[in-house]
């Protein structure tokens, strides 16, 4: 990632290594997000919001 220019090093105290997205990273995430968003909708437009709320609450009882 540092090689294709999507993240940098930030220098800290100590040791430490800390990296942040640049400009970028940060568009290319924002595609993938809109991407994300679009298999998601697609994926679920099947389902009524009633059946969306149902499927919803099923998994917040199986998650932790």
Do not use: C, N, W, Y
């Amino acid at each position: 990632m540092l090689d294709r220019g999507l993240i940098e090093r930030v220098p800290t105290k100590g040791r430490a290594i800390r990296h942040r997205l640049t400009e970028k990273g940060d568009t290319l995430r924002e595609e993938g997000q809109r991407v994300v968003e679009q298999v998601l909708t697609k994926s679920f437009s099947a389902l009524t919001p009633a059946e969306l709320s149902t499927l919803d609450a099923l998994l917040q009882r199986l998650l932790p």
